[in-house]
């Protein structure tokens, strides 16, 4: 069983359009997060999760909205695609109480905005 | 200033050499600490976890942490080709409402 699970894994969407990416964790983890990873391999926080909760919102442009139906799924968003959203999107969870803590990555999703 | 900033590489290796990768951080109240691996096109993998002063070895790895100086550092002994991945720092801070924050990676490649 994958423990943090991404779909879709591509991506390729016009301009303008509106998409959305899903997660999924099997770990029981109270904590989610969306990171970004662009060309130079820098991983940017953009949210985080805690039990359902919003705790981090890394000024990311209010077309990206996260959302969270229980703590086991956090799913991004996207409205308005533009061409500077190309990148990889990770999903990644941590066990969220306390310190002494790792985080699972899911597979990453690749969007290519053309 | 980045919140967590590694030496930016890339950095080349002749196999069965030590690797050294460092990285800083600027919460002096951070308390966890991770080296991840990254292949290209995978995801971050985790080799490395400390939290108290000193050294962790686990095989090949050694990570050294030094709070008062905010420093984190990996060393890779007897590099093989297959080390040849992005190294990602990654701190962990706001007990409560945790941050995992990541540094900007340190490309390495072992020739062989």
């Known amino acids: 069983d994958t423990a943090v699970s991404q779909t879709p894994k591509y991506l390729v969407t016009q301009m303008g359009n509106d998409k959305s990416i899903k997660c999924e964790q099997n770990?029981?983890?109270?904590?989610m997060y969306w990171y970004k990873q662009d060309s130079k391999k820098f991983l940017k926080i953009m949210f985080s999760?805690?039990?359902?909760?919003?705790?981090i919102n890394e000024t990311v442009p209010n077309r990206f909205s996260p959302k969270s139906p229980d703590k086991a799924h956090l799913n991004l968003h996207i409205n308005s695609l533009e061409l500077g959203d190309s990148a990889v999107y990770f999903c990644?969870?941590?066990?969220?109480?306390?310190?002494?803590?790792?985080?699972?990555f899911g597979q990453g999703t690749r969007l290519t905005v053309v | 200033q980045k919140e967590v900033e590694q030496n930016s590489g890339p950095l080349s290796v002749p196999e069965g050499a030590i690797a050294s990768l460092n990285c800083t951080y600027s919460?002096?109240?951070?308390?966890?600490f991770f080296w991840y691996r990254q292949y290209s096109g995978k995801s971050p993998e985790l080799i490395m976890s400390?939290?108290?002063?000193g050294d962790k070895e686990d095989g090949r790895f050694t990570a050294q942490l030094n709070k008062a100086s905010q420093y984190v550092s990996l060393l890779i002994r007897d590099s093989q080709p297959s080390d040849s991945a992005t190294y990602l720092c990654?701190?962990?801070?706001?007990?409560?409402?945790?941050?995992?924050?990541f540094g900007t990676g340190t490309r390495l490649t072992i020739i062989p």
């Open positions: 919460d002096r109240g951070s308390q966890s």
């Open positions: 990654a701190v962990l801070s706001n007990f409560g409402n945790e941050k995992l924050t």
């Open positions: 999760y805690n039990n359902k909760e919003l705790i």
């Open positions: 770990l029981g983890h109270d904590t």
């Open positions: 400390i939290y108290s002063n």
């Open positions: 990644a969870s941590t066990l969220g109480q306390g310190w002494y803590t790792e985080a699972f």
